[in-house]
């Protein structure tokens, strides 16, 4: 069941929610419900709809949908190290995930699940996603999942491309064959600076955007790129977005409806 469709604003959800708050926040416990069901979780790394199974629900469903043992996956702006345990539960020891997050405090996080999972198949990349080697400023936002780059960010942080990061890798691991990509608003500086490897490689993308304008332009970059897409969610009042991509000549019916993609 998912229990976030129960408004936290209805009695019904605020009652359901209330005991919640008695959970010590390094208590561990397994995940409910969904594709990453049985995986231990530090409750208080984030919100409880994490371990409850209910955490964008319908997004963990289509991402697990996606995998399978020995692909190699990128985790581009992997907070906390949900969708990067889930994916390690599901490819396998012949697959392997790197997680990307530029943050120290997620990425403590990030090693804690990995470890009290027994992960062996994932390396944590401490660094931001962008188009270029080298630092930059790193703005930590409302909370620990909204922070991005910007030039007054305050804290300095590494900076790498996917093209160059790539390169220092085993030849077998230098072929993912998906990418999940929430880099809030660097999405588009993430595409230019893997422009090599998304034209020889295509893995498929689930790709999150943070405003109108970056949505547009990611699919117009990836467009160029021989990718054929499919909007998940279009920008709303909230700014947030989210694009299913893979390569136009391998777009497969069985999981996205070609009349439902870009145009």
């Known amino acids: 069941m998912n229990f976030s469709k129960i408004s936290n604003r209805s009695v019904v959800g605020k009652l359901l929610r209330m005991p919640l708050q008695l959970i010590p926040s390094q208590t561990r416990v397994r995940i409910f419900q969904g594709p990453a069901k049985g995986l231990k979780w530090v409750v208080g790394t984030d919100d409880h709809g994490v371990w409850l199974g209910t955490y964008e629900y319908e997004k963990q469903r289509k991402f697990a949908g996606l995998l399978s043992p020995g692909t190699f996956v990128f985790d581009l702006g992997a907070h906390a190290g949900f969708y990067t345990i889930l994916a390690a539960k599901h490819v396998g020891r012949t697959g392997h995930v790197y997680a990307f997050e530029p943050c120290a405090q997620n990425c403590a996080k990030i090693r804690r699940h990995v470890a009290i999972n027994a992960l ?144």
């Open 120 to 263: 062996p198949n994932v390396t944590i990349v401490e660094a931001a996603v962008a188009d270029y080697e080298g630092t930059a400023q790193f703005a930590e936002g409302a909370s620990t999942s909204t922070g991005t780059l910007l030039d007054s960010g305050g804290v300095e942080v590494k900076v790498t491309s996917l093209d160059a990061f790539i390169r220092g890798l085993p030849e077998k691991h230098q072929t993912p064959g998906l990418m999940k990509i929430d880099v809030e608003g660097a999405e588009v500086r993430v595409i230019k600076g893997a422009e090599n490897l998304l034209r020889r490689v295509h893995p498929r993308l689930l790709l999150a955007t943070h405003s109108m304008a970056l949505h547009h332009e990611c699919r117009r970059l990836l467009e160029t790129m021989g990718y054929r897409m499919q909007d998940l969610e279009i920008p709303g009042e909230n700014g947030l977005g989210e694009i299913f991509a893979e390569a136009d000549s391998q777009v497969e019916t069985s999981f996205f409806d070609k009349s439902a993609s870009a145009h």
